[in-house]
């Protein structure tokens, strides 16, 4: 099978109406989409505090029924992330990255 700009774009198209109907039906905090061929991402927007993105994160989450995988610590920064591969066609990552005022146990 011959993959082409076309099918890059159809792919593209589809992910890009998944998020929008969430976006559309679901009242969450804002976040930060990239939209490519191959999936969706997403990180918290405008959330000032680690409480904040914590929040928007896990809404997002519970919505897609994304797996959430364990908390990556490093020098007080900790790393949460959750992907689901196939929400309605598309693969969507989602991450948030809190500071020291946060502990990844809570």
Do not use: C
Not at 27 to 51: H, N, Q, R
């Amino acid at each position: 099978m011959n993959i082409d700009n076309t099918d890059r774009r159809r792919w593209q198209l589809r992910n890009l109406t998944v998020i929008e109907t969430l976006i559309r039906d679901h009242d969450l905090p804002v976040m930060i989409w990239t939209v490519t061929p191959f999936g969706i991402a997403g990180e918290p927007y405008s959330a000032t505090d680690d409480a904040g993105r914590r929040a928007a994160f896990e809404g997002w989450a519970d919505v897609l029924g994304a797996a959430r995988w364990a908390p990556q610590v490093e020098v007080r920064i900790t790393t949460l992330r959750a992907a689901v591969k196939d929400y309605q066609g598309a693969s969507i990552m989602l991450r948030a990255v809190l500071f020291e005022g946060d502990s990844a146990a809570q």
